[in-house]
């Protein structure tokens, strides 16, 4: 049995009603909570007789957690394996769990209603940069005049031409269209989303420079759309007069579209986006925000699928669009689907560290945080002596690299975490010179309580704990099977024969027929294929190799229920059965009949072979699980289990 789909099962069975103990192993117990979770897990379907399906399961629980403890016991835990996969799993899913699920609940609400509507901006950025490298101090003089100015009712677009660092600006005024959630980062759509139509915003400080922002209208969102482009793109250098000759062939390839023309092989013949090209301009879905505004305002004015523009220009050429197809919002904030789309873009966006503070709190709270008693002067000090070689004072040299600063439960943080630290993060990431000393500190401390936390993780977040040792016990499940039951029973040849011989009456072929199977990867293949074979059955094998990239062929016995799409025909040598659809994945298979058998027949050892490991499997399991239950006495609460069965 595959690995992952063992995991995969114990996962649910080892899943998480009051804390009751209802049964236990030796001296071991299981919970009553744990039990019921990992039986809902596993019992979807409509259930009939509710007390005979809850003693099923809890017969099969009882002997994976039998299993799980015997690997334990041995060991297994320690296995280099074992603990390489469970830290590489704990090291992938731990940032999930570093936010308050109520505030990610409270982002995903607040991005479900900024989802809802779509925000035409304006945007003046100053930068620090200057023609000789960082100049902030010029940055903060040119965002005062460029305020007062504004608050003197200037024209924001005029003003962005003259002051912004954005080189579009210059011709756009500033424009960047409309937005909506996930658009900007989150520091921008907050201010965007809270400022009043018609108004400009107060500067926010990026790490590259100042932005402000002016919000101009406001509109019900448009959602997505998918397109198909023809672009003829200007190539550098270009003049007026080849823009007007890729201006005057545009129109052309557009009058052939409305003429009836294909798209997708104009698209593929004529078109500049060399991506798209190949697959007939296909563009995939876009939201707004994400192209030229001159681009959106052409493509989210179609009308329907199918509809094309008119040929339009931007700054990258002319473009002549079709629209696929479109997709509206999602208007209904009960919408579970859209709801875990948000989160889990809040946990790709950078508002998932806004998420975070509740860990300091929750830190301080368990196991606790305390300051040392020291001098902060000496501390800068010492600070400025070791970073910056400035002379040490009498007072800095009070600290020494062993002297305590703070602790985090038992861990204690001393002068030289404190020098490794800031010699590294002392400096801003605007690149705009060193931050102040309390502020490092600040960012060291925060720093220590997050990175406690998320090494702590199983003592704050039950969910997480639970994940981390249903997957750690599906391992040691999978680990404990392989070596007590699946590889003895693999390599075991002599008693294989010996079940085979003691048991031939049950390894018989029903009626059964010689076939060729042919799966092929999509039904219109399927389809030509089958005709190809009817016509000319003997070529079979030449044929399926014409189509070897879409299908793979198995030549075998088959019992009659196992050939496709026979249903209840009774085979005959030389028939084909039609292509049947796999709707699960939508390929498609048929076969081709060599053979039939009408009686049943004795199968020889190879033929039965996996059906005698199977037997062979369950003697080993029954045997064993025997063994265990001698090993770990198991007495269920009957009680308990009767109010799991009400």
Known sequence: MKKHIIILILLAMTAQVKAQTLFTYGKYSADAKDFIRAYNKNNTQVITNKERSIREYLDLYIKSRLKIREAY????DTLPQIKTETANLRTQIA???????ATTQRMAKEAFQRSQTDRHIYHIFISFHGPGGIDSATAFRKRDELMSRLQKGEDFST???QFSDDTSAKHNGGDLGFVTAFTLPYEFENVIYNAAIGKYTTPIQSKIGFHIFKVTEERKALGKIKLQQILLAFPPGIDEAGKKQIAKKTD??????????NFNKMANDVSNDYVTAVNGGLMGEIGVGQYDPAFEKAVFALKKDGDVTKPFLTSHGWHIVKRVSAKKVVTDSTDKAYKAELEQKIVADNRWRFSKNFIYEKVKAKPGFRKYNYSDAALWNLSDSVMDFKPMTAEGKTITSNTPLFAIGD?????QDWVTYASTYRYKQDGTGAKPWPEVREDWERTALINYYKDHLEDYNEDFKNQMTEFKEG??????MQQEIWNKAQSDSAALV???DRNKGKYLWNQSADAILFFCSDMNTAKLVYDKVKANPLSWSKITEMYADKLVTDSARYEWDQIPNLNKM???KGMLTSPQLNIADNTASFAYIVNVYTQPTQRNFLEARGMVISDYQAMLEKTWDDALMKKYPVKVNEEVLKSLIK
């Open 95 to 101: 940032e999930n769990y570093m936010a308050d699920p």
């Open 411 to 415: 861990s204690v943080y001393n002068a």
């Open 73 to 76: 016991e041995r060991g297994y």
């Open 475 to 480: 391992n040691l499940f999978f680990e404990i």
């Open 570 to 572: 009774v085979p005959k």
């Open 159 to 161: 003003l962005a031409r």
């Open 252 to 261: 052309s390839v557009y009058k052939r579209i409305m003429a009836g023309d």
């Open 498 to 500: 010996a079940l085979y």
